[in-house]
Nanobody, 124 residues
Framework: QVQLVESGGGLVQAGGSLRLSCAAS????????MGWFRQAPGKEREFVAA????????RYEDSVKGRFTISRDNAKNTVDLQMNSLNPEDTAVYYC?????????????????WGQGTQVTVSS
């Protein structure tokens, strides 16, 4: 069992930055690939970024490439999402998730555990 708690959301102006953090409890954090997803009002949950079990490989949704960076610290059981150059289209609830696979995956069905989410609002 893995429990995930997100933090770092908030209100930011367009062009600004936020850093989301996800703290994981439970065993074997380093055996999970980790991902971030988001869900905007009236839209389906969508993939944002993922990172492999050891941090060696990552993948991103096209609209965030070059702006967002995912990283993890297996010693601290945390995974972060640095978000730069934010725009109003990034407004959503952001969710951290853990998948029992080693490689980064963009498929929500691969993720076994989910956090409760943290709200990110970008004003224009």
């Amino acid at each position: 069992q893995v429990q995930l708690v997100e933090s770092g959301g908030g209100l930011v102006q367009a062009g600004g930055s936020l850093r989301l953090s996800c703290a994981a409890s439970g065993r074997s954090f380093s055996s999970y690939a980790m991902g971030w997803f988001r869900q905007a009002p009236g839209k389906e949950r969508e993939f944002v970024a993922a990172i492999s079990w050891n941090g060696a490989s990552t993948r991103y949704e096209d609209s965030v490439k070059g702006r967002f960076t995912i990283s993890r610290d297996n010693a601290k059981n945390t995974v972060d999402l640095q978000m730069n150059s934010l725009n109003p289209e990034d407004t959503a609830v952001y969710y951290c998730a853990a998948a029992r696979v080693l490689d980064p995956t963009n498929a929500a069905r691969h993720y076994n555990y989910w956090g409760q989410g943290t709200q990110v609002t970008v004003s224009s």
